[in-house]
């Protein structure tokens, strides 16, 4: 794409946002910033964290909390209520900082506005959701139960969807009652910057919604600090492993992850053939940079050609669109977030080569392209990585079946569960699968994905859960109280 984009249409962020103030960092460490789509320079001097500005961070967040908690649950609904709305009214502002650094399409980046939206707005309701339990211990006396916030917490956001999972984070954290310091992804960061500052701007009290840009010694700091009580993460299940480690070496922080995730989607033949269709290419979505995303397809053998043709006509489309302005609505495609993410899809594309049947062949001719299209595979050994391991790019495996016992057995063979996919018109069928898969989120001719039911991983694919009311409740912890007859 040889289009520039006017850099003067809004300000992009480049401090970190501590306790209502856009301050320096004390590493004195700067990140420069480029379009992975333009190659112009986006911000030349993004400050990064260390670990005394976490400690800043930290020592601003237990100010803010007292400030949080000494204001009336009904002025913090309203407060939430506000920040809602200046989100909404900064819709466009928020999707262009992501668009032009990443190449996302803008009707993506307001789609995760959204979600924000959405999210502050459901949780704000909330703060009366957990009222406790009373009970008589015989006849001496009675107990009861009531849910009390973390206090100080942590959330490690990701470079494909940073938005909408800040949104997941900070809208139950401080419904709840909690204080959030949130790190920003190390290549998308603008979009969450500019969301604590709306924030404050709303007037929610310094200290309350923190955010910071750094790397691996800023999260390990916040993963290990003292007066943390709770963190939240989203992201690789390496980085997960290595998260729980530091919580429990540190304080033992109750931990939230979600991960990755390599989530298959099964089509039986009464399937309505246009809605397999278009989840059968969910895999396109991010260009595949999405942990929840279907990325192994199990068509029964009676519609697979079908199936399989009109995926590639779905494939011809988006390549068709390739390349394109990412800030035109009609834009649906985009590159890899950045160079590490290219350069390892490009190696997982070429050892699936060797293990599976290449059917559409994304590959571009320059090596250090970011445009790597859709690429589809069939047939692949029983052991391949395609089949096993999550690639975060434009890749799908597309197998044949004619046993259902077989197909859970095979959809389950995974070190993975966050999601899976059933597509078919019998409601038996649907239920049957619906138990039998292994994942926590299933989605049954739609997708698995909604903000007032719970969303989290079986397996590696993470631990404990966000949205819905169980994902409120993983922000509170129960105390108890017994009382005896005096």
């Known amino acids: 794409m040889s289009t520039k984009f006017d850099l003067n249409r809004y300000r992009v962020p480049s401090k970190l946002f501590i306790h209502g103030e856009w301050v320096d960092s004390k590493s004195n460490k700067t990140r420069a910033f480029s379009s992975i789509v333009s190659g112009q320079s986006i911000c030349p001097d993004v400050q990064w964290a260390n670990a005394e500005d976490v400690d800043i961070a930290v020592e601003s967040a237990m100010k803010g909390l007292k400030a949080w908690q000494a204001i009336s649950k009904t002025e913090r609904r309203a ?81 494909n969807g940073p938005l909408i999972c800040t949104g997941m984070k900070l809208a139950p954290a401080l419904a709840a009652g909690n204080v959030l310091i949130s790190k920003t992804s190390e290549t998308n960061p603008f979009g969450c910057l500019r969301l604590a500052e709306l924030a404050v701007q709303a007037g929610i009290p310094p200290g309350v919604a923190n955010c910071i840009n750094g790397d691996v010694e800023a999260g390990s700091a916040l993963a290990s600090h003292m007066k943390i009580r709770k963190i939240s993460f989203t992201g690789s299940v390496a980085v997960g492993k290595q998260i729980q480690i530091a919580a429990a070496k540190s304080n033992l922080k109750r931990v939230t992850l979600e991960l990755g995730g390599k989530s298959p989607i099964i089509v039986f033949p009464d399937a309505d053939m246009d809605k397999a269709v278009q989840m059968c290419t969910l895999f396109l979505t991010l260009n595949g940079q999405g942990c929840i995303l279907p990325t192994r397809a199990y068509v029964h053998e009676s519609v697979f050609d079908e199936i399989l043709s009109r995926v590639k006509t779905v494939v011809q489309s988006y390549r068709e669109n390739m390349r394109s302005d990412p800030l035109l609505d009609e834009t649906w495609s985009m590159p890899l977030f950045h160079e590490r993410q290219r350069d390892s899809v490009r190696s997982f594309i070429e050892r699936a080569k060797q293990e599976a049947t290449l059917v559409v062949d994304g590959y571009p001719e320059d090596p250090k392209d970011p445009y790597i299209g859709p690429t589809i595979f069939t047939n692949p050994l029983p052991t391949a990585q395609v089949l096993r391991e999550e690639a975060f790019g434009p890749v799908l495996v597309i197998c044949a079946f004619n046993d259902t016992d077989k197909v859970i057995e095979l959809a389950n063979d995974t070190e993975y569960g966050l999601g899976a996919y059933v597509c078919t018109k019998d409601i038996g069928t649907a239920l049957r699968l619906s138990n039998k898969l292994e994942a926590g989120s299933i989605g049954i001719n739609r997708s698995a994905y909604a903000i007032e039911t719970p969303f989290g991983g079986w397996k590696q694919s993470g631990q404990n859960v966000e949205n819905g009311r169980e994902g409120y409740r993983d922000w509170l912890q129960v105390k108890t109280i017994v009382i005896g007859a005096s």
Not at 79 to 84: D, E, S
Not at 105 to 115: I, M, S, Y
């Open 79 to 159: 407060l939430l209520l506000r920040f809602a709305k200046l989100v909404k009214e900064h819709t466009d502002e928020l999707a262009w900082l992501d668009s032009i650094l990443t190449g996302k399409p803008v009707g993506l980046g307001r789609f995760e506005v959204n979600a924000v939206v959405d999210a502050l707005e459901y949780y704000a309701t909330f703060m009366d959701k957990f009222p406790g339990e009373t009970t008589v211990v015989e006849d001496e006396g009675l107990t009861y139960t009531h849910y009390q916030p973390y206090g100080v917490c942590a959330a490690m956001l990701p470079y």
